[in-house]
């Protein structure tokens, strides 16, 4: 099976060909979600890129000034990474890290200018402190835009206002990335594509707060996602419905079964090939799993009350992707697509939705969603860093 998605585009999806964005046509949903606004909460575009208010980028697609991750802190400080086109050259890009620390009332943009790299893309950022953090992308290889790219780790302990950066070695790019404390971390990447079509990829780890990666595993296929609960226990989610836990800090990975495999007298899963693009969980039980089909349309939550052992059904959309989810505990959580309309919300743990609408010029999709608490949410994508406001 092919992979169709380029490195360069696997984790922020900012081409055009796989954004939906200026229609408003009604997404498909499964019977437990409510498309009644009345009274809801909505999303609104809290931070906007300048450049796209203005100027040549008028009227234009703004899924390509791209919002790929967050990392919440607190309720007053959140950090965003992304990469947007340059007002000289829209087709050369240049990737930066936004910061807020008043709740969002007003953001401040650091663009990544470190001597020796040109950094383009932004794929993954987290932070354990308002200082000290982590942000992972890459940069061409050549001067062409759609040179192969070299993956690069970066680190700051002033808040992103300086960094470090060095190269991941072995051809590969960051996708994801997560950091239980100072020095204890994990990065999912995507490898070149090999003789037998397949990807395979490594998980790399640091023991050292990123001075060192070394790879724990390699895996068949692309990492999109990973999470830890603590500095033993997390869970990735990749290609083919896949998820893996370790109880051992990543020494070892058991694959558990999603219900989302391809395999005979499946014939949905196989024709669909689900791929895992978010979890979460709250404690080292209770979690939950989004999943967007890579042939068509098609998206799928499932979630887990024992470590995932077991994962059951919880959603189910035929013309949306389900890209992120978010849990404040077991019963409030939303989760996003690629429609770009709605961000959908449960209070009762799955057993019904809400659509709560997202207020945007353009239908662009929403990478990633977080946040302290049900009153302090935010959820980033195509165009804009948006904040849950209830009405």
């Known amino acids: 099976m092919k992979f169709k998605t380029s490195a360069r585009l696997f984790c922020t999806l900012a081409s055009a060909a796989l954004i939906l964005s200026g229609c408003k046509n009604s997404p498909s949903r499964n019977a437990n979600i409510s498309n009644n606004a009345q009274k809801q909460p909505t999303w ?20 390509f000034f791209s919002f790929n991750a967050i990392s919440v802190v607190s309720s007053n400080i959140v950090f965003v990474a992304g990469d947007f086109p340059t007002t000289a050259d829209p087709v050369k890009r240049y990737a930066s890290i936004h910061r807020t620390m008043d709740g969002g009332k007003t953001w401040v943009e650091f663009p990544l200018r470190v001597s020796g790299f ?21 940069y061409p290889s050549g001067p062409e835009p759609d040179s192969s790219p ?40 995507i490898g070149p594509v090999a003789e037998d079509e397949t990807r395979p990829s490594d998980l790399l780890a640091t023991t050292d707060g990123g001075a060192t990666w070394r790879s724990q595993r390699r895996f068949p296929y692309p990492i999109n996602e990973v999470f830890f609960i603590d500095k033993q226990t997390g869970w990735l989610g990749a290609y083919k419905g896949a ?17 989302l495999e391809p395999r005979p007298g499946n014939s949905e899963n196989i024709s669909k090939l689900f ?28 979630a887990t009350t024992d470590g995932g052992n077991s994962w059951k059904p919880l959603m189910t959309t035929d013309q949306e992707k389900l890209r992120s989810v978010f849990f404040v505990n077991r019963n409030e959580g939303w989760v996003t697509s690629n429609s770009g309309r709605y961000i959908y919300h449960t209070s009762d743990a799955g057993k019904t939705w809400t659509a709560e609408q997202i207020v945007f010029e353009q239908n662009s999709p929403i990478y990633r969603i977080a946040g302290s608490d049900a009153a302090h949410m935010w959820a980033v994508g195509g165009g804009a860093i948006f904040a849950r406001i209830n009405q």
């Open 44 to 63: 609104i575009a809290q931070y906007r890129p300048p450049a796209s208010l203005s100027g040549k980028f008028v009227g234009a697609n703004l899924a």
């Open 118 to 138: 040109e950094i383009d893309r932004a794929n993954a950022v987290h932070f354990v402190s308002p200082t000290l953090g982590w942000l992972f992308g890459s």
């Open 150 to 189: 070299i993956g690069v780790a970066l680190k700051t302990t002033d808040g992103g206002s300086s960094w470090t950066a060095s190269k991941i070695g072995g051809s590969l790019v960051p996708t994801c990335a997560y950091f239980t404390d100072a020095e204890h971390g994990w990065m999912g990447t």
């Open 243 to 259: 998820v893996y836990r370790t109880m051992d800090g990543g020494a070892t990975w058991l694959e558990q079964t999603t219900g």
């Open 275 to 302: 791929s895992i693009y978010g979890i979460h969980f709250i404690d080292p039980l209770n979690g939950w799993a989004a999943a967007r089909a890579e042939e068509e349309e098609g998206g799928r939550l499932i």
